[in-house]
């Protein structure tokens, strides 16, 4: 009896050791914002080095087992641009729209977007930085398969905000655009308004670091989701661009 109470104990010692090994830790947000920058920056070096492009432009990670994505370069080898708020976008080859076609994307356009992207965290555990929390943001491939229309997150009418005399966050643009993609997507042009039945042929990629899109500030809560710290993943193609009607324009004030 007394042998059968041993084993009974030292596999219960076994099971919460294994318990605890699978357990991952509790988040904890770094006091110092710039420390999270700097995790942010390691995580998307990371991710560029496990990531390529398929065939349509679909982010893809290398796989440890199968040598058919073993030719394909990683997203850091595609001539990744940095900008001055530390969004990085890359423009895939052959994928642009032809110069006779191209529609340049304003800063108050409204567009046309196909693909897909994700919210991650940038978590450093063990001294190992790396994006873990992925989180869908946007999904019209898997989806609907219809581009989205004027999103809030590159660009938000003066109706939506509220009165300009209110202090509440929710009067300033910044509460819902995400300024390191609007930076980056001005970048690249936009097709003469492709119809939602065109098959995609994703563009690019832009990487938005939390310092470029929410950081710790107030944001709207697209989806019931807090983006405190989150980067974002987008890959996408713009499938039109039109310029907004000057009623639709933000005030100065709500800028």
């Known amino acids: 009896m007394k042998k059968i109470f041993l084993y009974i104990l030292a596999g219960s010692l076994c099971f919460s050791a294994c318990k605890k090994d699978d357990t991952i830790d509790t988040y904890v947000e770094p006091e110092d914002i710039a420390t999270q920058n700097t995790y942010d920056d390691q995580a998307i070096k990371k991710f560029m080095d496990e990531n390529y492009l398929d065939a349509q432009g679909n982010i893809k990670a290398f796989s440890s087992t199968d040598t058919a994505d073993d030719t394909e370069k990683k997203l850091s080898e595609l001539s990744p641009v940095t900008l001055p708020s530390g969004t990085i976008y890359i423009m895939r080859n052959g994928a642009q729209p032809a110069p006779a076609d191209e529609k340049t994307i304003g800063s108050t356009d409204i567009i046309k977007i196909m693909g897909r992207a994700y919210s991650y965290l940038a978590v450093n555990s063990d001294g190992n930085t790396s994006f873990t929390s992925k989180a869908a943001f946007l999904n019209t491939i898997d989806g609907t398969g219809v ?30 655009q995400i300024s390191g993609f609007r930076e980056a997507l001005q970048k690249f042009k936009a097709f003469d308004n492709l119809t939602g039945e065109t098959p995609y042929n994703l563009q690019g990629v832009i990487i938005v670091p939390s310092r470029a899109a929410f950081a710790r500030n107030p944001h709207y809560p697209y989806l019931n989701t807090s983006y405190r710290n989150k980067s974002f993943v987008f890959n996408f193609q713009i499938y039109g661009r039109e310029s907004r009607p000057s009623g639709e324009e933000q005030l100065p004030e709500q800028q």
């Open 147 to 176: 581009p989205v229309i004027d999103p809030m997150y590159y660009y938000v009418k003066r109706s939506i905000l509220s009165p300009v005399t209110s202090p509440d966050a929710a009067k300033k643009a910044g509460y819902y």
